[in-house]
């Protein structure tokens, strides 16, 4: 967070953050799964324009796989979509959310999402992800306001992260309180990104995810 919080020293943001992502691969494994399944899935400015033409509603989409199989959907709440899986480690919970706008509208990427994660066995809880769908500029943040509360993610290829156990939480907290978040991102080229995600089912969704995981808040 960047006004209200003290700032931690660089250095040992530098090296928390190191040891956090590196327990976080695992995580990044599903990230690719799920991102896989969203480029099946219109974007929302897509889905819009197809809407007039009312086509036969498509088949039911394959869930994120795990490790071990297909995840199981637990529900979905607005833009936001919930599930549980399993792997060596045991159960993995997580909620996906896809952007309500996205900003310039033909940027030439993937689809954009974010994520909260849950991995008990791991006693790991609350990991926020947001995926750009394109390589970010090496050495750039990526920030998120979240209804007036900013954050700034340390980033890797075409992913931003928290840097702490304790960001991740302030985060999630946040996003539970407010209305939207935007996420802005820095490609390696062309102009930077804002992703504007809707907040109304992210409480209900993270709900689904806490109860199937044992997070209790």
């Known amino acids: ?69 297909a995840a199981q959907q637990l529900g979905q709440n607005g833009s936001w979509t919930a599930y549980q899986a399993q792997d060596g480690s045991g159960s993995v919970c997580y909620v996906v959310g896809q952007p309500q706008k996205t900003e310039p509208a033909n940027a030439p990427r993937r689809p954009p999402m974010a994520m909260v994660t849950h991995r008990p066995g791991e006693k790991i809880a609350n990991v926020v992800s947001f995926v750009e769908g394109y390589p970010i500029k090496p050495g750039s943040e990526v920030s998120i306001d979240i209804g007036g509360s900013k954050f700034d993610l340390f980033t890797k290829d075409d992913s931003a992260w928290a840097r702490t156990a304790e960001l991740d939480k302030m985060i999630v907290t946040s996003l539970g309180k407010a209305k939207q978040v935007l996420v802005r991102g820095t490609p390696q080229k062309g102009a930077a990104t804002t992703d504007t995600y809707a907040l109304a089912g992210f409480p209900k969704a993270l709900a689904l995810i806490d109860k199937a995981c044992g997070v209790k808040r």
Do not use: Q
Not at 6 to 14: N, S
Not at 21 to 45: D, E, Y
């Open 1 to 69: 967070m960047r006004d209200d919080v003290t700032a931690i020293p660089a250095p040992v943001t530098l090296a928390a953050s190191r040891r956090y992502f590196a327990r976080m691969k695992p995580i990044r494994v599903l990230l690719a799964g799920t991102l896989a399944l969203l480029v099946a899935l219109p974007s929302p400015a897509e889905a819009a324009r197809k809407k007039k033409a009312a086509p036969p509603a498509p088949a039911e989409p394959t869930a994120p796989k795990s490790n071990t199989g």
